[in-house]
């Protein structure tokens, strides 16, 4: 009988025995990209669970697991998720860095000392201008808030996942090209939502929606906290605070993960209006392929819902 078993697995052609990488990845953004990339021959770990805060995140055993037992860890940033960088240095898995690599957009924080910021036009043109030469150190990590990028890295994971199954290099590649396609349409549908919106400040709880703002040339966001760690001191709340009654903010959004308490504090004898909170992670959303998709368009509503009335 085991005979006759090794003569059938023997007859099986290579391709059939050839096993797709076990990816792991860290935020669900990164986690729906690779799922698309990947496509009917395999699904993605994701690290990140519901509700969690990217920036602050405990590894249960089996997680520290699955990456050690990974063949690649495609992930945004050390920056975003320092926890994950302390994993990675125990496991052998390939790491593939999206922030750091070549091609992606970055920018610093948008908020400039005074917590204001310039606007910026979407320029439709983006998705064919190279990235300027610069160090990415001390850039914001919320990197996946513009869609170019999203569209960059759909290349990037396929040629890793090429890289490490070349029997399945042309899958990986189209289904990259479809994956591309689905954003670009997603963008420009966004883009019309969000154009009447140009010029309705507003702001939020931490400064991680300036990929998101200058892509789609909104006025960029009044924050409490300048960065994802900073505690926003007495001196920057009675700014902000005045600011709010000077009319210089149409809507104020707290943040899932966070209390909207001080917020509303900070609001009180304005005419802000208070937003439905915002999800700049995606972690309150079904994860899966379509999980990148929901997390643009929810972020899109949500302002629209304030802003526009």
């Not at 999203?150 to 994971?157: G, M, Q, R, T, Y």
Request: hydrophobic share 45%; proline share 7%; glycine share 6%.
């Amino acid at each position: 009988m085991r005979y006759i078993i090794s003569l059938a697995l023997a007859s099986l052609p290579l391709a059939a025995l050839a096993e797709v990488p076990q990816v792991v990845t860290d935020i669900p953004p990164v986690h729906a990209l690779v799922a698309q990339v990947m496509g009917d021959l395999g699904s993605p770990t994701l690290l990140l669970e519901k509700g969690a805060d990217e920036h602050d995140f405990q590894l249960r055993p089996s997680q520290m697991q699955a990456i050690a037992d990974a063949d690649t860890v495609i992930w945004v940033s050390p920056v975003l998720t320092p926890w994950l960088e302390r994993a990675l240095a125990e496991s052998p898995a390939a790491s593939l860095t999206l922030m750091d690599a070549p091609g992606t957009k970055t920018q610093p924080y948008a908020l400039d000392h005074g917590g204001h910021a310039g606007h910026a036009d979407h320029n439709a043109d983006e998705y064919d201008q190279p990235e300027a030469e610069h160090d990415h150190e001390g850039a914001d990590p919320h990197v996946w808030m513009n869609p170019v990028n999203a569209v960059h890295w759909a290349d990037l994971i396929a040629a890793e996942l090429a890289r490490q199954d070349p029997e399945n290099a042309t899958a990986y590649s189209a289904n990259a090209t479809t994956t591309k396609a689905r954003i670009k349409a997603m963008d420009a549908e966004i883009s019309a939502q969000l154009t009447p919106l140009q010029g309705k400040a507003f702001v939020s709880f931490h400064a991680a929606y300036g990929y998101f703002t200058k892509h789609y040339g909104l006025a960029q966001a009044g924050s409490l906290a300048l960065g994802d760690a900073s505690v926003p001191g007495a001196a920057r709340l009675t700014t902000l605070q005045a600011e709010m009654q000077a009319g210089n903010y149409t809507c104020a959004f707290p943040e899932i993960q966070h209390d909207p308490a001080l917020l509303e504090q900070v609001m009180a004898g304005s005419s802000v209006k208070l937003g439905a909170a915002l999800d700049p992670v995606g972690s309150s959303l079904d994860f899966g392929p379509d999980a990148y998709d929901a997390l643009m368009r929810k972020l899109a509503n949500t302002l629209t819902d304030c802003l526009q009335n």
